[in-house]
C-alpha cells in the first residue's frame, strides 16, 4: 500500500503518522509538500496530519484549503482514492468542501489536551471495519476549534449514510452532555463522506498506535485502512 503524508507549515503530527503507517504497519510511506500540485493517482491513501497549519490564522485550515496539494487530494478523493484528515487534517477537509459541516470553537472557548473515549458508530467504512459495533476506543485529543456542527436535516440524512464514524462517549459507551468535550452537535467525533473514502476526525489516533505510547486502540482505524486495501473494498 502506498501512503502519502501531506506536510504543511505548522503540521506537528506528520512523523507520528509516518511512524505508525511506516514503522509499525509496515506500509510505503511518502512525504508530500504542500506547495506541490501533483499526481496522485499511485497513491493508495494520503493523510492530512494534525497541527497548527499557517498557524491556524483566520480560521484553522482556511489557508491550507488554499495549498496546491489540496487540488491534488480533491481529484484522487474524487476517483476513490482514501483520504484520512486527522484535527486540523479534518478541519482542511471541511474547509475544502470534502467533508459536510464545519469546526467552530470549543464550547468552554478553551484548547482542550487529554485523554478521551469515542463510540464506533460504523464499522462498514474502511475506516472502521477492524472495529467492533458500538465499541469504546480511547484515544487523545488536542484542539480548540474541534467543535463539529451541521443543520439538523443534513446531520439526519449523514446518519442515515451511515456517515457518522465516532461520537464522543463515557469508558461505558454512553453518549452524554458530559462525555462531549468540545460541543460537538451530537457528540460527533468523526465522519466520512457519501462514497465513504474521505474520512475526518478531531481524535488523533496516530497518538496511541504503539505500547510506548501508552496505547493502542488507534491502530484499530490505520489497520483498517490497511486492511481494507488488502482485501478490497466491500463499501
Known amino acids: ?15 507520528d503518522c509516518y511512524h505508525i503507517l511506516n514503522k509499525v ?20 491513501l494520503v493523510v492530512l496530519p494534525g497541527g497548527f497549519s499557517y498557524g491556524d490564522y483566520l480560521r ?8 496546491p496539494i489540496i487540488n491534488s487530494v480533491i481529484r484522487l478523493a474524487e476517483k476513490g482514492g482514501k483520504v484520512l484528515g486527522i484535527c486540523n487534517g479534518f478541519q482542511i477537509l471541511l474547509e475544502s468542501g470534502l467533508l459536510p459541516g464545519a469546526l467552530i470553537q470549543n464550547h468552554t472557548r ?7 473515549f469515542i463510540r464506533v458508530e460504523t464499522i462498514n467504512t474502511p475506516f472502521t471495519r477492524e472495529c467492533n459495533d458500538q465499541s469504546v476506543l480511547q484515544i ?20 442515515e449514510r451511515g456517515q457518522i464514524l465516532f461520537r464522543y462517549c463515557d469508558a461505558k459507551g454512553k453518549v452524554t452532555a458530559e462525555s462531549n ?24 489516533p496516530e497518538r ?28
Request: glycine share 10%; hydrophobic share 35%.
Open 208 to 235: 496511541c498506535c504503539d505500547p510506548l505510547l501508552g496505547g493502542i486502540d488507534g491502530e484499530l482505524i490505520f489497520g483498517s485502512i490497511v486492511d481494507a486495501f488488502i482485501e478490497g473494498d466491500t463499501f
Open 60 to 67: 484553522a485550515g482556511a489557508i491550507s484549503r488554499f495549498s
Open 25 to 44: 504497519l509496515g506500509q510505503e510511506t511518502h512525504w508530500l509538500w504542500h506547495k506541490d500540485d501533483v499526481d496522485l493517482s499511485s497513491f493508495d
Open 140 to 159: 487523545p485529543i488536542a484542539h480548540h476549534q474541534g467543535s463539529y456542527y451541521i443543520d439538523p436535516n443534513s446531520l439526519k440524512d449523514m446518519e
Open 110 to 116: 478553551k484548547f482542550i489536551c487529554k485523554n478521551i
Open 181 to 204: 468535550p468540545n460541543g460537538s452537535v451530537s457528540s460527533v467525533a468523526g465522519l466520512c463522506n457519501e462514497k465513504k473514502n474521505v474520512m475526518g476526525m478531531m481524535p488523533h
Open 1 to 15: 500500500m502506498k501512503c502519502g503524508i501531506v506536510v504543511f507549515p505548522g503540521s506537528n503530527c506528520d512523523h
